[in-house]
């Protein structure tokens, strides 16, 4: 787990190699890259959110920067299912090659599209698979695999290739009853065991969580007390691709006479995708528009909202700020956070839940009530996994360290030897042949910043700086000199924003930085860069010192 790059070895012809670009480490931007004997193959291309030590910054991006150099030698990419943090950079890499063939469901397919529409992006080589289908693209032969997860149609995908044979799971659990009746294949999981697989790429995220993980049917009674006990306005805020969530609340508003308003771009894109595709049933009469939501009572009708996580934009955001144009939230009121925290979003979370509390509503969460179960499969499950495909190899995906680090004693524990589990951080090159992995090396698969329109310009520096300027302020110093005459003409002049309410804060450090400056002119300092440096010590040293703070501190020399 080194953090430094090394080189990986040149690939030899029949071994396969595979990098991590992202989602080895993080909750999110989850990306692999496949290659052997020059082919490329890549699954998934998602964004991580950004968490609040990223000041300004809109998406995080995985390693594409070490595709640059090698576009035309990607020969495809599959996508496991529609989630932002696997499909989300898909219009970035695309940006850089636009043709890339996709492979995916008909509901991440459909989701892309939309993204590619937004990003004005044309890509006519969409390949839509199915659990059982099989595809044979360059030197790699693919089957996908149903598997069930909390958003419809997620593949698993099985990569047979020269150097071996890969099962990648993508995001799964093993609910025995899900909504939809499409539960994970574990029979074919179990054949793939008896062929024989050399790497298991399993869903790490869950893998500290002992046990099964919480059937969807569960949530029900839950979900049901809330609308028997809400005697006011309801609000409901899930995943915009939760699709199983908004059919139950549908479900449930229809038992309740209630209509149903969607609020967020997001949601009312993705649930119009999935209407359209048959994956969601809405009964009839019951959506309305968000404009009509006056014309009914408060207790007549449930808002299905985006802004789960406490993204500062989000529809549930702008309502516990009272910034929403339509929605206003008041005493009496409830609303029902129906999703799980992602690792990250808890400061955001609990920020809207204080809000929404503070204007009177009633909040009910995870922590509250069983209204929402993760997507994820816990230890018992991938022990079962293991179990069926005993697999060769082990190279846990999705997750932070700790995460990794479980799954990897999860197939430790069912037999597995410490050579055969590869427990790898993003940018990690991991080679297979012969039925055996070894790590070769690390690349640079560091975080790509999303500020606006710009991608990949803002720096880590950068991001300092705004921390700093955000957290301890900024001080800008403007003198003016005569280099001939060795004299101080003007200033210093001392201005600060977020640090001290008044100039005269200054007034002993600016005689200081007067002697400083004089001094150094008289020493024969003719260089206005020095004096600036000059500045920047000396001020820098004082607010140490005096208010232990670490300000910006932009000094400025003029030569008259």
Same mark, same amino acid.
């Given at each position: 787990?080194?953090?430094?790059?090394?080189?990986?070895?040149?690939?030899?012809?029949?071994?396969?190699?595979?990098?991590?670009?992202?989602?080895?480490?993080?909750?999110?931007?989850?990306?692999?890259?496949?290659?052997?004997?020059?082919?490329?193959?890549?699954?998934?291309?998602?964004?991580?959110?950004?968490?609040?030590?990223?000041?300004?910054?809109?998406?995080?991006?995985?390693?594409?920067?070490?595709?640059?150099?090698?576009?035309?030698?990607?020969?495809?990419?599959?996508?496991?299912?529609?989630?932002?943090?696997?499909?989300?950079?898909?219009?970035?890499?695309?940006?850089?090659?636009?043709?890339?063939?996709?492979?995916?469901?008909?509901?991440?397919?459909?989701?892309?599209?939309?993204?590619?529409?937004?990003?004005?992006?044309?890509?006519?080589?969409?390949?839509?698979?199915?659990?059982?289908?099989? !595809?044979?693209?360059?030197?790699?032969?693919?089957?996908?695999?149903?598997?069930?997860?909390?958003?419809?149609?997620?593949?698993?995908?099985?990569?047979?290739?020269?150097?071996?044979?890969?099962?990648?799971?993508?995001?799964?659990?093993?609910?025995?009853?899900?909504?939809?009746?499409?539960?994970?294949?574990?029979?074919?999981?179990?054949?793939?065991?008896?062929?024989?697989?050399?790497?298991?790429?399993?869903?790490?995220?869950?893998?500290?969580?002992?046990?099964?993980?919480?059937?969807?049917?569960?949530?029900?009674?839950?979900?049901?007390?809330?609308?028997?006990? $809400?005697?006011?306005?309801?609000?409901?805020?899930?995943?915009?691709?939760?699709?199983?969530?908004?059919?139950?609340?549908?479900?449930?508003?229809?038992?309740?006479?209630?209509?149903?308003?969607?609020?967020?771009? $997001?949601?009312?894109?993705?649930? $119009?995708?999935?209407?359209?595709?048959?994956?969601?049933?809405?009964?009839?009469?019951?959506?309305?528009?968000?404009?009509?939501?006056?014309?009914?009572?408060?207790?007549?009708?449930?808002?299905?909202?985006?802004?789960?996580?406490?993204?500062?934009?989000?529809?549930?955001?702008?309502?516990?700020?009272?910034?929403?144009?339509?929605?206003?939230?008041?005493?009496?009121?409830?609303?029902?956070?129906? $999703?799980?925290?992602?690792?990250?979003?808890?400061?955001?979370?609990?920020?809207?839940?204080?809000?929404?509390?503070?204007?009177?509503?009633?909040?009910?969460?995870?922590?509250?009530?069983?209204?929402?179960?993760?997507?994820?499969?816990? !230890?018992?499950?991938?022990?079962?996994?293991?179990?069926?495909?005993?697999?060769?190899?082990?190279?846990?995906?999705?997750?932070?360290?700790?995460?990794?680090?479980?799954?990897?004693?999860?197939?430790?524990?069912?037999?597995? !030897?410490?050579?055969?589990?590869?427990?790898?951080?993003?940018?990690?090159?991991?080679?297979?042949?012969?039925?055996?992995?070894?790590?070769?090396?690390?690349?640079?698969?560091?975080?790509?910043?999303?500020?606006?329109?710009?991608?990949?310009?803002?720096?880590?520096?950068?991001?300092?700086?705004?921390?700093?300027?955000?957290?301890?302020?900024?001080?800008?110093?403007?003198?003016?000199?005569?280099?001939?005459?060795?004299?101080?003409?003007?200033?210093?002049?001392?201005? !600060?924003?977020?640090?001290?309410?008044?100039?005269?804060?200054?007034?002993?450090?600016?005689?200081?930085?007067?002697?400083?400056?004089?001094?150094?002119?008289?020493?024969?300092?003719?260089?206005?860069?020095?004096?600036?440096?000059?500045?920047?010590?000396?001020?820098?040293?004082?607010?140490?010192?005096?208010?232990?703070?670490?300000?910006?501190?932009?000094?400025?020399?003029?030569?008259?």
């Amino acid at each position: 787990m080194s953090t430094q790059l090394q080189t990986p070895s040149r690939l030899a012809p029949g071994t396969l190699r595979i990098i991590p670009l992202g989602g080895l480490g993080d909750v999110g931007r989850n990306m692999t890259c496949f290659e052997i004997d020059g082919q490329i193959l890549l699954v998934d291309c998602g964004v991580l959110f950004p968490e609040d030590d990223h000041p300004g910054v809109d998406l995080i991006l995985p390693g594409l920067d070490y595709l640059s150099d090698r576009l035309d030698d990607i020969i495809g990419m599959v996508l496991t299912h529609g989630h932002e943090d696997h499909i989300g950079a898909v219009p970035y890499l695309l940006r850089r090659r636009s043709d890339i063939p996709i492979w995916g469901s008909k509901l991440t397919l459909a989701l892309v599209e939309g993204k590619l529409r937004e990003h004005r992006i044309r890509n006519t080589d969409l390949q839509e698979v199915r659990e059982g289908d099989r !595809a044979r693209v360059g030197n790699y032969d693919l089957e996908f695999f149903a598997v069930n997860h909390s958003i419809p149609d997620a593949l698993a995908v099985c990569i047979r290739t020269e150097g071996g044979t890969v099962l990648h799971t993508g995001d799964f659990k093993m609910d025995q009853l899900p909504l939809d009746g499409r539960i994970t294949d574990l029979r074919g999981f179990a054949r793939l065991g008896e062929e024989g697989v050399d790497l298991f790429m399993a869903d790490s995220t869950n893998a500290e969580v002992p046990g099964f993980t919480t059937p969807e049917k569960d949530l029900v009674p839950a979900l049901e007390r809330t609308f028997e006990r $809400s005697r006011k306005k309801l609000i409901v805020a899930c995943f915009a691709s939760h699709v199983h969530r908004v059919q139950q609340i549908l479900n449930l508003a229809v038992k309740y006479d209630r209509k149903v308003v969607y609020v967020g771009r $997001s949601m009312v894109r993705n649930m $119009s995708v999935a209407r359209d595709l048959g994956y969601l049933t809405v009964p009839g009469n019951t959506l309305i528009e968000l404009k009509d939501i006056d014309k009914y009572a408060d207790d007549k009708v449930v808002i299905v909202s985006t802004g789960s996580q406490g993204e500062p934009l989000s529809a549930l955001s702008r309502i516990a700020n009272k910034e929403h144009p339509v929605i206003e939230v008041g005493q009496g009121d409830t609303v029902l956070l129906a $999703s799980s925290l992602i690792p990250g979003n808890e400061n955001a979370v609990y920020r809207v839940i204080n809000g929404l509390s503070r204007l009177g509503a009633n909040v009910v969460h995870k922590g509250n009530a069983l209204v929402h179960v993760s997507g994820h499969a816990s !230890a018992g499950e991938l022990l079962y996994c293991y179990n069926v495909i005993r697999p060769r190899n082990a190279m846990p995906v999705h997750g932070e360290i700790r995460h990794l680090i479980a799954n990897a004693d999860l197939a430790r524990a069912t037999g597995l !030897a410490d050579e055969n589990v590869a427990v790898v951080e993003d940018g990690a090159v991991v080679d297979l042949a012969k039925g055996r992995i070894r790590v070769a090396g690390k690349i640079d698969a560091s975080y790509i910043f999303v500020d606006g329109s710009t991608v990949g310009d803002i720096t880590e520096s950068e991001l300092t700086d705004r921390k700093i300027l955000g957290e301890e302020g900024f001080i800008s110093v403007v003198a003016a000199v005569n280099l001939h005459t060795r004299t101080l003409v003007s200033g210093p002049d001392i201005h !600060a924003r977020g640090f001290a309410e008044t100039d005269d804060t200054f007034t002993q450090i600016r005689q200081q930085l007067t002697q400083e400056l004089e001094k150094a002119l008289a020493d024969g300092v003719d260089d206005t860069h020095r004096l600036q440096q000059t500045i920047r010590r000396t001020i820098g040293r004082w607010v140490s010192q005096t208010y232990r703070r670490r300000p910006m501190i932009v000094p400025v020399v003029v030569s008259t």
